[in-house]
């Protein structure tokens, strides 16, 4: 069993839509949470970080975590073709050093 | 100020050759990464650094790859006889300092082709 799932889509929604994405984990012993935006041939681009349950707004991006059901999701309002990327979770522990464990990210298309 | 940066971006080689990959993290950032995203998957962790240390290699996929970051800042990626199993992006990142600083900011990557 992966340590992190992540549906990897493609999934197409039109221009305004309210786009959900998620992941679960399975190791209670992960800490903190983090979703990158990665577009086509480029590295990932920090959108969000978490470190604990609950939800953390940034402009149209939500981040919400729920430890006890080890699931993670990012919402996106009324979403942009600009947004249309491969959205990667990342989650890490404080005994690991900080490194992360990625999910196979989900490609979004967002059409005009 | 810049971001991570990678060198160089693009690189193809026969099998079985050496190659280095370069990576100049984020001044100031003491944590330094090395992962391997292959098509269609998540980056996967090789190698981390704290200083000039390496204070974990478990992710290194066997002893023909090798990293090194003698003065704590510009890291080196090694890799001794490729094969075409190597072919993939490695992804470089950086962070304040690890264990305190989580957030960890990507380079774009190079993009190693073994022919």
């Known amino acids: 069993q992966k340590e992190v799932e992540q549906d990897p889509g493609p999934l197409s929604v039109p221009e305004g839509a309210i786009v959900s994405l998620n992941c679960t984990y399975s190791?209670?012993?992960?800490?903190?949470f983090m979703w990158y935006r990665q577009y086509s041939r480029k590295g990932p681009e920090l959108l969000m970080y978490?470190?604990?349950?609950g939800n953390k707004e940034d402009g149209r991006f939500t981040a919400q975590v729920d430890k006890s059901s080890k699931y993670i999701s990012l919402f996106i309002r009324d979403s942009q073709p600009s947004d249309s990327a491969t959205y990667l979770c990342a989650i890490g522990k404080e005994t690991s050093g900080s490194r992360l464990t990625f999910g196979e990210g989900t490609q979004l298309t967002v059409n005009p | 100020g810049a971001g991570v940066s990678q060198t160089p971006s693009n690189k193809v080689t026969e099998k079985g050759k050496y190659v280095e990959l370069r990576c100049d993290p984020i001044s100031g950032h003491t944590a330094l990464y090395w992962y391997r995203q292959s098509l269609g998957q998540g980056p996967e962790f090789l190698i981390y650094f704290q200083g000039t240390g390496a204070a974990d290699d478990s992710g290194l996929p066997n002893d023909r790859f090798f990293a090194v970051r003698p003065e704590g800042s510009v890291s080196t990626l090694k890799i001794q006889r490729t094969e075409r199993g190597d072919s993939a992006v490695y992804l470089c990142?950086?962070?304040?300092?690890?264990?305190?600083?989580?957030?960890?900011?990507f380079g774009p990557g190079t993009r190693l082709t073994v022919t």
């Open positions: 990142a950086s962070s304040l300092e690890a264990d305190i600083n989580y957030e960890q900011y």
């Open positions: 190791n209670s012993a992960f800490q903190y």
């Open positions: 978490t470190y604990s349950s």
